[in-house]
């Protein structure tokens, strides 16, 4: 069937994290169109149970819900143990949420970086391990969201920017390793830039140039390139595509590019 077409993902066992909104959530209503049978997670159970809600109204096979924050370090396994207990295994693991950073120059708070750490990489790593053995046995997919930010450095991140580079050095070992081990199970890393979220929206249009791209079209992007397995995504294409070609003949002129693309003055010790 052609990537977008119901059928790519119709009764498939979805598990996707931080989906009480941005991409998260309407990755969700993607898939719910497709009829997979989905298991969501977030923080907050009010705004899960209104996604959960819609995703039943637009077609999802199933749909429910575990709340809680990846802060804590039990919480992977009992999201993998409620998709075991209810489905008796796991075919795709979306990998979407983040912990709250800050969008300014670095104030050395160490023990900032070490929480984001716990929430934006190592608690995808435990989610990877607990549903490893599900994902072997049906030949499944991990899709780890990630962001420029692990692939090229910019100001006013740098917390957020090492947890990214983390996922990339992390699931691209991994994906050695599976190959090496012949596991078939597939590990896409999604390149993100500027997106219309509403989290990030607020966080950085007083200082960033460039005009978001639609979150819409970010989630059904991130699905297709997991259900065909493959090895990364970059959106949007040409501008991600560019920075990245830039970084491997050019990179001083594209941190200078990188640079200019703020509003210095519009940040605020």
């Not at 949420?97 to 900032?112: C, E, L, Q, R, S």
């Not at 219309?196 to 950085?204: G, K």
């Not at 959106?235 to 941190?255: C, E, H, K, N, T």
Request: charged residues 20%.
């Amino acid at each position: 069937p052609a990537p977008s077409s119901p059928e790519m993902l119709r009764g498939k066992r979805v598990i996707v994290t931080g989906a009480s909104g941005g991409i998260g959530e309407q990755m969700a209503y993607h898939l719910a169109r497709m009829e997979a049978h989905l298991l969501l997670t977030a923080r907050t159970e009010a705004k899960l149970q209104k996604v959960v809600k819609q995703c039943l109204e637009l077609g999802a096979a199933s749909a429910r819900y575990v709340i809680g924050s990846m802060e804590d370090t039990t919480f992977p396994e009992v999201v993998v143990k409620e998709a075991e207990n209810t489905w008796g295994g796991l075919d795709m693991l979306i990998l979407n949420h983040i912990g709250y950073t800050y969008f300014n120059y670095f104030d050395g708070d160490v023990a900032h970086i070490r929480k984001l750490l716990e929430i934006n990489f190592l608690s995808y790593v435990a989610m990877t391990v607990s549903a490893l053995p599900l994902l072997k046995e049906s030949e499944g997919s991990i899709i780890v969201v990630s962001s420029m930010a692990g692939k090229t450095g910019a100001p006013f991140s740098a917390p957020y920017s090492a947890t990214k580079f983390a996922l990339d050095g992390f699931f691209s070992s991994l994906r050695h390793e599976f190959i090496i081990d012949k596991v078939n199970v597939s590990i896409t890393l999604c390149i993100l830039g500027y997106i219309d979220t509403e989290n990030a929206v607020r966080a950085v249009s007083h200082a960033i140039r460039s005009t978001p791209a639609p979150k819409e079209e970010c989630a059904l992007e991130i699905i297709k390139s997991g259900a065909l397995r493959q090895r990364e995504l970059h959106y949007p294409s040409r501008v991600v595509g560019s920075m990245l070609l830039l970084q491997a003949i050019a990179p001083d002129f594209l941190d200078s590019l990188t640079r200019s693309g703020y509003k210095v003055e519009n940040i605020r010790r």
